[in-house]
Nanobody
Framework: VQLQASGGGLVQPGGSLRLSCAASGSIFSINALGWYRQAPGKQREWVARIMSGGNTNYIDSVKGRFTISRDNAKNTVYLQMNDLKPEDTAVYYC???????????????WGQGTQVTVSS
């Protein structure tokens, strides 16, 4: 199983970006999908999560600005980021809690990260 993240880049404060993360390989079922980020010199922090039923959760600092969504047919999770701020600058990582086969246990997989830089 591989998770491929994309969509990062350089954007001015107040701008928008849309991150995508596609899971590929042997996948039976995906439970939760999420995004984390790691800024220079800081620990990785959780940003947003979407469950299989569609329930979403966000860290307080991005509520009202970021929206997480998923396309189950494409095994893909998205993060729409609006009104970006310099403090959003980080490498963004996606993760997925999934089963490769029905009899396998749930396992967490991570994408490779995509850089988001918010600067004027």
């Amino acid at each position: 199983v591989q998770l491929q993240a994309s969509g990062g880049g350089l954007v001015q404060p107040g701008g928008s970006l849309r991150l995508s993360c596609a899971a590929s390989g042997s996948i039976f079922s995906i439970n939760a999908l999420g995004w984390y980020r790691q800024a220079p010199g800081k620990q990785r922090e959780w940003v947003a999560r979407i469950m299989s039923g569609g329930n979403t959760n966000y860290i307080d600092s991005v509520k009202g600005r970021f929206t997480i969504s998923r396309d189950n047919a494409k095994n893909t999770v998205y993060l729409q980021m609006n009104d970006l701020k310099p403090e959003d600058t980080a490498v963004y990582y996606c993760n997925a809690l999934l089963k490769e086969m029905s009899s396998y246990p749930w396992r967490m997989y991570w994408g490779q990260g995509t850089q988001v830089t918010v600067s004027s």
